[in-house]
């Protein structure tokens, strides 16, 4: 009879255990697309029985209701794109660091915050795009050559107001200073052959259209570009390979400060950053995966290889301020 109870004791324990492990949740703030979050959450719930509720909305925004709610806050993730918006994240107090050997050996150094307060989870290369028809080889170097007399009338930018831009003009000034890279930045204005666009893709079809010859890009914008229209005569091309390299960035996430859950929030993105959950996260929109171990996809490795740049992502967000002014300056609107 003792036996018996010990053993109904036993069973109630242990269902009570798998009850609250699948009653378990992650909150995620997320600027990403629900098309490309909702299969990985929904795979990680698979696997782990925890679900995975998540609010999308764009960076700024999500920001501001992180600051505005406080302790109350439900999210144990903010998930956004770009480092400036992480570092900013940052800034504002938004985000805690993490403690993490997994994250550590997935991520490298330069693709995640030196004080691991947010971690890089795909990265995205912004790379130069030509015209196959106009463009001979040998023309195109490097990102600083786009300003000389060769390429006058023949280069086309997407408006200095977004971030991916002005993350481009914060490397550079780490990388050359920033009186240097003012003088890049105004000889790409004097060799521009229209105003700047509202994005990559209008800026890739003035290409295509023949106003312009060459541009920058995210490269994830030219694969949604070449998927619709295979026959695109547009082409990428990876300037600086004898220098510093590709200007790359990455999409990522930290845990919030006033997590409910954090150490499933840990969890969460330490799956995202696993090989197993890396060729979902970077394929979904046509990205590289951050953890090395993993390969691109068939789509994107056509692309090429190509060396990337290896400062700290995190100088994209600390330099973005003396961006902005350097870009105004420079009649880059």
């Not at 106009?134 to 060769?150: F, I, M, P, Q």
């Not at 990876?238 to 845990?255: F, K, L, R």
């Amino acid at each position: 009879m003792v036996k018996k109870i010990v053993l109904s004791l036993l069973v109630l324990l242990c269902a009570g255990s798998i009850s609250s492990a699948f009653a378990e949740q992650v909150v995620v703030y997320s600027a990403r697309n629900e098309h490309l979050i909702q299969p990985l959450f929904e795979a990680y719930t698979k696997e782990t029985g925890v679900e995975v509720k998540f609010a999308t909305g764009k960076s700024g925004p999500l920001m501001e209701r992180l600051k505005s709610e406080g302790e109350n806050t439900q999210a144990d993730v903010l998930m956004t794109v770009d480092a400036g918006n992480l570092w900013q994240a940052t800034q504002e107090g938004l985000l805690r660091p993490v403690d993490s050997k997994m994250l550590q050996t997935n991520i490298p150094s330069h693709l995640r915050d030196p004080e691991n307060n947010w971690f890089g989870l795909s990265v995205r290369a912004r790379t130069i795009v030509y015209s196959t028809e106009r463009v001979k080889d040998g023309e195109l170097t490097t990102y600083e050559a786009l300003g000389d007399a060769e390429f006058k009338n023949r280069l086309c930018l997407r408006t200095s107001k977004k971030v991916y831009n002005q993350s481009l003009v914060g490397m550079m000034i780490a990388e050359h200073g920033e009186k240097r890279a003012e003088e890049i930045v105004s000889s790409w204005v004097a060799n521009l052959a229209t105003d700047p666009f509202s994005n990559d893709t209008k800026m890739m079809q003035a290409i295509e259209a023949g106003q312009c010859d060459v541009g920058i890009v995210n490269t994830y914008y030219f694969g949604r570009l070449q998927k619709k229209q295979p026959e695109i005569k547009l082409a990428l091309f990876w300037p600086n390979q004898d220098g510093s390299g590709v200007h790359v960035n990455v999409s990522g996430a930290g845990v919030t400060k006033y997590a409910k859950n954090p150490a499933g929030a840990i969890k969460l993105i330490e799956w995202l950053s696993s090989e197993k959950a890396q060729n979902l996260y970077a394929d979904g929109n046509m990205e590289y995966p951050v953890n090395p171990a993993v390969k691109p996809s068939k789509v994107v490795a056509a692309w090429g290889d190509f060396k990337g740049n290896l400062i700290n992502v995190s100088r994209a967000g600390e330099l973005q301020t003396d961006a902005i002014k350097l870009m105004d300056r420079a009649g880059y609107r």
